[in-house]
Nanobody, 116 residues
Framework: QVQLVESGGDLVQAGGSLRLSCAASGIIFRINTMGWYRQAPGKQRELVATISTFGSTNYGDSAKGRFTISRDNSDNKVYLQMNSLKPEDTAVYYC??????????WGQGTQVTVSS
């Protein structure tokens, strides 16, 4: 069983930056994909970015050019550097861990609020 703990959510002004962190613990498959999704009020949950054990990344359209995902395999951590934040980036951000069998574990979420 994998547990995920996110941190780094905060209130920030438009144009600012935030760095989200997520630590995975428990039974960790060496080969996996970790990532971030977000859900804004009244909207569906959407992909922000994912990164595989080997560093292969995938970004949602809203994140391209502004957000960067990275990971530390030795520490089972994943990070999301968010720059040039916009009010529409306001959402709960969820960390995910996907095993080789495509089972997905979700974190509890961390709130990001961007004021205009």
């Amino acid at each position: 069983q994998v547990q995920l703990v996110e941190s780094g959510g905060d209130l920030v002004q438009a144009g600012g930056s935030l760095r989200l962190s997520c630590a995975a613990s428990g039974i960790i498959f060496r080969i996996n994909t970790m990532g971030w999704y977000r859900q804004a009020p009244g909207k569906q949950r959407e992909l922000v970015a994912t990164i595989s054990t080997f560093g292969s990344t995938n970004y949602g359209d809203s994140a391209k050019g502004r957000f960067t995902i990275s990971r530390d395999n030795s520490d089972n951590k994943v990070y999301l550097q968010m720059n040039s934040l916009k009010p529409e980036d306001t959402a709960v951000y969820y960390c995910t861990f996907q095993s080789p069998t495509n089972d997905i574990v979700w974190g509890q979420g961390t709130q990001v609020t961007v004021s205009s």
